[in-house]
């Protein structure tokens, strides 16, 4: 029999101790970002309001939150030296790269993708593994995580709102203008993680709640999102089969293995795919929805890579010249922020080998890799699978259009 995932209540939240109310209110600050801005920024005074200092603040609370938790003996000292340890080789590579590298100081300062964008406030990708090994408890885990993402969903139907209010998305194109597009990159893959928590907990709860959250994000995903947001989906639909497959009695195993591998094959690989896409696609113009994603698909154009294949090549280019030391951090946006404003490689791995080398980047991905299939094939807690599978699918964006610095499920 399938276990349920379990989550405490609004009301068991309102009973935690000091220290658990903390490691809430912290991953809330941390998921829910753009929501504690507004938050706070509606609370101060509109003269002082800005949007430095709403930042800040943000940040100071996060820092007195972490202080509070890791000051009160129920982080194990062996953990709290772990993180020291991994943000100072995190600080020291960018520390060290900027004393052999001065002319990276550009990117490096860059005001849409540099150190104040994403290294010096909290909410950052890269503290996303501090806050998680500040807990104690999966269930607590589980709860705020299930919690913030329902808080999330209301932001993103506002910016969708926003979207069919101007009628296109602002972004910045190769060159660095900003162009108006009818779908945004990171909005797809921000909802994408939440559809999956939802629909993950569907399957696992049967809550109804949980089912009409999935449909929306579903449909915000192919509205106003990008291809790649659909292989996230189809990862999690596998992982999801091969847990199933390794937790379900033995005598209905080989059957529901069957009926489940099935079903990915005829809708995520055959003829299925192109009859569901292509209705999906007939009722979003019945209603007068744009969608890039469905009409990609229809074309026949759901490989193209958009351009990218000149980058693919400078960054392999890059590798062949220096494969042992690496170019150190930001090495890549260095050369590639000519052929393309933002100047990382799109490639989660391409960029792993130009900064840190071959023989260290290789090292990495093979201890990443390892350590997640460890996990998937030892673990049948449903708890833990639905947080590593939640991951893990979103993790898919770096090897794809992003940076792995930037996205904090990696």
């Known amino acids: 029999m399938r276990r349920a995932i379990e989550y405490d209540s609004i009301t068991e939240i309102f009973h935690y101790g000091k220290i658990d109310l903390a490691r809430f209110v912290l991953v809330l600050f941390y998921i829910c970002s753009n929501l504690t801005r507004l938050g706070i920024g509606f609370v101060l005074p509109s003269e002082i309001a800005s949007s430095a200092r709403v930042y800040l603040i943000q940040d100071i609370l996060m ?27 995190i600080y020291g590579f960018i520390g060290f790269t900027y004393i ?19 290294f010096y406030h909290i909410p950052s990708a890269i503290f996303g593994y501090l806050i998680l090994r500040l807990f104690r408890d999966k269930k607590k885990l589980i709860t705020a995580i299930i919690y913030c993402c329902r808080l999330n969903i209301l932001w993103y139907l506002y910016l969708y709102a926003g979207y069919l209010r101007r009628g296109f998305w602002p972004t910045y194109d190769a060159a660095g203008n900003v162009i108006k597009v009818q779908y945004n990159l990171n909005y797809g893959y921000q909802v994408v993680f939440c559809f999956i928590l939802y629909i993950l907990l569907y399957l696992f709860n049967k809550q109804i709640i949980d089912l009409i959250l999935s449909v929306i ?15 996230c989906i189809a990862v999690a639909t596998v992982l999801v089969i091969l847990f199933l497959l390794k937790t379900t009695a033995v005598n209905t195993l080989k059957f529901y293995g069957l009926i489940g591998l099935t079903i990915v094959t005829a809708v ?10 292509t209705y999906l696609a007939k009722v979003f113009d019945k209603y007068g929805i744009s969608s890039r994603t469905l009409r990609m ?23 062949r010249q220096k494969p042992i030391t690496g170019y150190g951090f930001f090495g890549d946006r260095y050369r590639l922020r000519k052929i393309v404003y ?18 260290i980047g290789t090292l990495f991905l093979a201890i990443v890799l390892y350590k997640a299939f460890r996990m998937l094939i ?33």
């Not at 994000?217 to 292989?231: E, T, W």
């Not at 995520?268 to 896409?277: I, K, R, V």
């Open 297 to 319: 698909f229809i074309k026949g154009k759901m490989d193209n890579t958009s351009g990218r294949d000149v980058i693919y090549q400078v960054a392999r280019d890059m590798i």
């Open 378 to 410: 030892k673990n049948n807690d449903a708890g833990w699978m639905l947080l590593l599978i939640v991951f893990l699918t979103s993790s898919v964006k770096p090897s794809l259009p992003h940076s792995f610095w930037y996205y904090y499920p990696f």
């Open 63 to 89: 820092v007195l939150l972490i202080l509070l938790i890791c000051t009160s003996g129920d982080i194990p000292a062996q953990t709290v030296l772990r993180l020291v340890f991994f943000y100072s080789f």
């Open 217 to 231: 994000s579903i449909y915000l995903v192919l509205s106003c999102g990008s291809r790649g947001s659909l292989i």
């Open 268 to 277: 995520f690989a055959g003829p299925g795919l192109s009859m569901l896409f």
């Open 342 to 359: 933002f100047g990382y490689p799109h490639n989660v791995v391409l960029e792993i080998m130009i900064q840190f080398g071959v023989i």
């Open 100 to 118: 052999l590298h001065p002319e990276y100081k550009d990117s490096l300062l860059h005001p849409e993708y540099g150190l104040k964008a994403y």
